[in-house]
């Protein structure tokens, strides 16, 4: 009996003995187990946080170029062939190196490109934000006033009915046929874009038309023989402004114009439009402003008699002009009132663009 019993204590010892290893290793395998889990987890979402990270940059990279185009870059080009650069809507400014000693009259930007045009139909021409600036070929010699883009068109104006065009952001370009007599005395001084139509003005109440992206072109009526100097677009309406203060107005794409009544006898070299409000710029510090599309017009408080040259830009809320003596001026509140700005130059500020 005694026999019996110690080895039915002998059995549950065992019995006891192998549950309890089994349970450690049990322990064992899953206390492993976890922590390879919980790395791959980690690993993962280092993964995860890298791209994120990533993404982070590339949004940063965004910002960085929405801060550049938000700091303003006004660009204004002149006498001599300076250029003079802002990066701040137009409040301090710097002189750029000019690759030419020529008069530069026009300037415009698009497609990253700032194109400058001049006399002896020097094209000059910027592809970083007008930091540096290269000579292009030109097709004429004849003097070049006003340049304008419109639909991957680069169209540049000039003395005896001369137009130049690019197709390739101003890196080469070809004389156009005008439909202007060489030996007419057609002096073209400004050019812009609207609709699908380039609008050129001239002396003499000269206004031609391309729809064509400036491949051909055709005369259009003024309703006055005095000399244009400037044109814009905005809200379907195109403005025209020159001697004696005329301000001409189309609202069919250039096909027909009229008389603005102007509120000035001073000539009125150029205009722009921003923030609903066409802005004109003249003779003896003149400024003009409309807020109905060029329907009527008002005298703007100018704080300057000196005279505001051929073009006027805006940007960023701010309109900015240029003038004699390396005038420069600055409105921030929709042209109502402006204030001088500190200039680095003594030349002739010619016109005024804008990065955009």
């Known amino acids: ?14 019995a006891v003995i192998v549950s309890s290893c089994s349970e450690k290793e049990e322990s064992t395998t899953t206390a492993t187990a976890i922590p390879i889990t919980s790395s791959d987890d980690s690993s993962d979402n280092s993964t995860s946080t890298s791209d994120n990270s990533t993404s982070t940059s590339d949004n940063s990279t965004s910002t960085s170029d ?29 002189n750029v190196t000019s690759p030419t000693g020529n008069d530069l009259y026009g300037v415009t930007f698009a497609n990253n490109t700032f ?14 934000n007008g930091t540096t600036w290269d ?33 390739d952001n101003g890196s080469s370009w070809d004389n156009v046929t ?22 050129v003005v001239g002396n003499s109440g000269t206004i031609v038309r391309s729809t064509d992206n400036g491949s051909s072109w055709s005369s259009v009526t003024s309703p006055t023989v005095k000399n244009h100097y400037g044109v814009t677009f905005a809200n379907n309406t195109f403005v025209g402004s020159g001697w004696l203060g005329i301000i001409v107005r189309s609202t069919d794409n250039g096909s027909t114009w009229d008389n603005a009544t102007s509120p000035t006898t001073k000539y009125i070299s150029g205009v ?17 402003r409309s807020t109905d599309n060029g329907s009527t017009w008002d005298n703007a408080t100018s704080t300057t008699a000196n005279n505001l040259s051929w073009g006027v830009g805006f940007g960023n809320n701010t309109f900015v002009g240029g003038g004699a003596s390396g005038l420069i001026v600055r409105s ?21 663009t804008f990065l955009e």
């Open 135 to 167: 000579n292009v070929t030109s097709p004429t010699g004849n003097h070049l006033r006003g340049v304008g883009f419109g639909n991957n068109t680069f169209v540049g104006v000039g003395f005896s009915g001369n137009i130049v065009r690019s197709t």
């Open 1 to 14: 009996m005694k026999s019996i019993l110690s080895w039915f204590v002998l059995i549950v010892s065992i």
């Open 66 to 94: 929405n801060s550049s185009s938000s700091l303003g870059v006004f660009v204004g080009v002149g006498i001599s062939g300076i250029i003079v650069r802002s990066t701040d809507n137009g409040s301090t400014w710097d």
């Open 272 to 288: 722009t439009f921003g923030n609903n409000t066409f802005v004109g710029v003249g003779q003896s510090g003149t400024v003009v």
């Open 178 to 199: 005008s439909g202007l007599a060489a030996n007419g005395n057609y002096n073209l001084y400004g050019v812009t874009f609207g609709n699908n139509t380039f609008v």
């Open 332 to 352: 921030t509140d929709n042209g109502s009132t402006w204030d001088n700005v500190t200039s680095i130059t003594a030349n002739h500020i010619n016109d005024v």
């Open 115 to 128: 194109v400058g045009v001049g006399v002896s139909g020097n094209i000059v021409r910027s592809t970083d």
